[in-house]
């Protein structure tokens, strides 16, 4: 027992650290919560000027100044009330006339909302969707916060993994449906993903998105990197098949494509018929998102076409470095990534990227996220956000291989004796 059970006033046990099995007045969903892998290893470090920071699903460009200059005119002219729970007019007809341009669609508006943050999209649709005794599937290797978004709702959650071969990460629809059971409730793709890079392709999208109308499962569609391709112009959407009523919820963001992690903007595509939930749910997570935030949004959807283009260039850049600094390694197993700006590199004779990661910030001030966190069967693996600006990218990379050739000898004889 981690707590100290105690006599409280009233004569019964009380704990004042509650552990697993002290009596605790949260859900055992919530008790089990870990801290994502991400967070554990940067935390302690994150304010240190010395790291590297390559952990982190951000680059280190500021917002663009007309984006900055929308949100301090608002402020200025006022606009500091509560704002409609899905969001303001303006910004929500600018995210329809946006998709309805990038995707050759035309969506109901009254599938549009803007909740907060994709995050905050993702959280409230696996709410939506599961409880205990539910199943959910999450395709995998992904971003850590989607598996706590599940199991915060206390369903089982389940995995499908993508396969790494000779042509990079590759999954197809019919791979994920073998891994529903009966119970599933909700699938979660992200694509283009974090971290590997992957691209689901439209056939596929498709066939999952037919599957999940014949079973009434809901489809959650994470696409905040649909924006940051670099060998097409954008990447498939669920948007560009869907109809207004189906289960699927698309999710978006202003974070990755206009760099804007610290705002908390995000919009949702939901089906016409749940934009009353959406309404409800928004307005007891947050109330909607403030005001002169979502006024810069309407700005960088608006005049920010510029911004999304130069900032592929910038990550497209990015890309050849890693992959130029890495994939030649001799103990690096790297397929070059097809969208997003994470690589997501295997060491061979790697057995604990926990701690990889903690040996690569302690002795060279670079800080990488352990595989581990990203799902199971990744713990050969580590990511890096290739965000950054190039010299400070390249320095982290050199680094973080200057740190493998100094452990050779432990790397060497965890392989031979695998
Ligand atoms: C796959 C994925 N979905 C969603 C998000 C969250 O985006 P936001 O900053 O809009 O919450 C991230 C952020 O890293 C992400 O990688």
Known sequence: MRGTSVSGPYGYICSTTWGVFDLSPFRPEIEALEQNGITRVALPRITDPKVIPLWFGEGDAVTPQFIRDAAKAALDEGQTFYSHTRGRQELRDAIKDYLDALYGVDIDPARITVPGAAMMGITIAAQMALTTGDHGLIV????????????????????????????GWQLGAREIIEQTQKRTRAIFVNSPCNPTGWIMQEDDQRELLEFCR???????????????????DIAPSFLSISRDDDPLIVVNGFSKAWAMTGWRLGWVVTPTRSATHWAILSECFNTGAASFVQIAGTAALRDGESVVQDLRGRYRDAREIVMQVLASHPRIELSEPQGAFYAFPRVRGLRSSLDFVHGVLDEEDVGIAPGYTFGPHNDAHFRVCFAQSHPRLREGLERVLRYIDRHENDFASREESS
Not at 142 to 165: D, L, S
């Open 214 to 232: 014949a079973r009434n499962i809901l489809l959650i569609a994470d696409e905040v990197y649909g924006r940051l391709v670099y060998d097409r």
């Open 140 to 167: 995998s290797p992904n971003w850590p916060n989607i598996e706590t978004a599940y199991r915060v709702t206390g369903a089982e959650v389940g995995f499908v993994r993508q396969r790494e071969g000779a042509d």
